[in-house]
């Protein structure tokens, strides 16, 4: 081999190891751009913006794009999922949304978008299960106990939440019909408010998430009755579910999902949703959810469109038979 060859043979095996480290990975090749735009429809700081930044963060490094999360927070999350709705199909734009994009079309007299035929599903992101809480001056232990007490009082029963329509409000007027009995809710300005006044005694019951109760639950300033999922929390798991005790069936979560705008190409979604598939199967990304109270989901595609349809129809029941006014 010549001097000249073999310098040939070193720039071209330099440059094969250069395109190993630095080139293109599959999803780069194939989608249409290279910046993605994951709108949440809620204020920055809160959990839903935490986990979208988490999304966009690692789903940008798995497609090799650059990924931003974008707040577009307002009227109940519509505002957003508007914009994505009308956004270009072609990927850049994504909505990361939570439980409101299911119950908004049973709470609300008009939406300018379609829930189902205006979006793409990619995919159950996490889930959170919440408990049913009770101030301990409240004579139960268990959640039998407590609806026996609401039986044998009606209308003395109360329970607190962020506001009328929310996914805890819903989880209690889901209660009350499939236990039969009553107990009326009080509407907060935000959760944090709703545990203070169980917390002083001036609502009997409420519904949060563990992480932003478990501490009162440890020092009885509180007393957890049940789990509104189907199955216990990894960190508390002497609380039963509420299917547990006695209501076979009931299951409410607090869901994060990720949206594309109607007509993505299959090639584009698919290679979303791999990418997603992958963030999410990752350990390390499990055991960050898991530290929040979050459940990784596992729905994708047409599974999760399916759950879709389901949890709007579930919903649309529950406000019809609570008669919940539409805003």
């Known amino acids: 081999m010549t001097i000249r060859s073999i310098h040939a043979f070193s720039v071209a095996l330099i440059a094969s190891f250069a395109g190993l480290i630095a080139g293109p990975t599959r999803?780069?090749?194939?989608?249409?751009?290279?910046?993605?735009?994951?709108?949440?429809?809620?204020?920055a700081g809160g959990a839903a913006d935490m986990i979208a930044r988490k999304v966009a963060d690692e789903l940008g490094k798995n497609l090799g794009v650059t990924a931003i999360v974008e707040n577009r927070p307002g009227a109940g999350t519509i505002i957003g999922s508007n914009h994505v709705a009308?956004?270009?199909?072609?990927?850049?734009?994504?909505?990361?949304?939570?439980?409101?994009?299911?119950?908004?079309?049973?709470?609300?007299?008009?939406?300018?978008?379609?829930?189902?035929?205006?979006?793409?599903p990619i995919g159950l992101v996490v889930s959170a299960a919440n408990v049913l809480?009770?101030?301990?001056?409240?004579?139960?232990?268990?959640?039998?106990?407590?609806?026996?007490?609401?039986?044998?009082?009606?209308?003395?029963?109360?329970?607190?939440?962020?506001?009328v329509g929310s996914g805890n409000h819903l989880s209690g007027e889901l209660l009350k019909s499939m236990a039969g009995f009553d107990m009326t809710h009080v509407s907060y300005g935000g959760g944090a408010q709703g545990v203070a006044a169980v917390l002083g005694n001036h609502v009997?019951?409420?519904?949060?998430?563990?992480?932003?109760?478990?501490?009162?639950?440890?020092?009885?300033?509180?007393?957890?009755?049940?789990?509104?999922?189907?199955?216990?929390?990894?960190?508390?798991?002497?609380?039963?579910?509420?299917?547990?005790?006695?209501?076979?069936g009931y299951e409410t979560l607090s869901i994060f999902v990720l949206l594309g705008?109607?007509?993505?190409?299959?090639?584009?979604?698919?290679?979303?949703?791999?990418?997603?598939?992958?963030?999410?199967s990752n350990d390390e990304i499990k055991q960050f959810f898991s530290s929040q109270g979050l459940v990784v989901g596992d729905l994708y595609g047409a599974e999760f469109a399916q759950y879709i349809e389901a949890e709007i129809k579930k919903w649309s029941s529950v406000v019809e038979n609570a008669g919940i006014e539409k805003q």
Do not use: C, W
Not at 35 to 43: K, N, T
Not at 143 to 161: D, N, S
Not at 269 to 279: D, R
């Open 261 to 280: 705008p109607a007509g993505m190409s299959e090639e584009t979604e698919k290679t979303i949703e791999n990418a997603l598939k992958e963030v999410m």
């Open 27 to 43: 999803a780069e090749s194939s989608l249409p751009f290279n910046e993605m735009v994951i709108v949440s429809p809620y204020d």
């Open 86 to 120: 009308q956004a270009k199909p072609d990927g850049s734009v994504l909505l990361l949304t939570a439980t409101n994009h299911v119950i908004n079309p049973a709470t609300r007299k008009s939406l300018p978008y379609d829930t189902i035929a205006d979006f793409t």
């Open 133 to 163: 809480f009770i101030n301990p001056s409240i004579p139960a232990n268990t959640l039998q106990e407590f609806i026996a007490l609401a039986k044998e009082k009606p209308g003395t029963l109360t329970f607190a939440t962020n506001s």
């Open 204 to 248: 009997s019951a409420g519904f949060a998430s563990l992480p932003n109760v478990q501490s009162y639950f440890q020092d009885g300033q509180l007393k957890a009755l049940a789990v509104t999922g189907s199955e216990r929390l990894e960190a508390a798991p002497e609380i039963p579910t509420v299917a547990e005790s006695g209501l076979d």
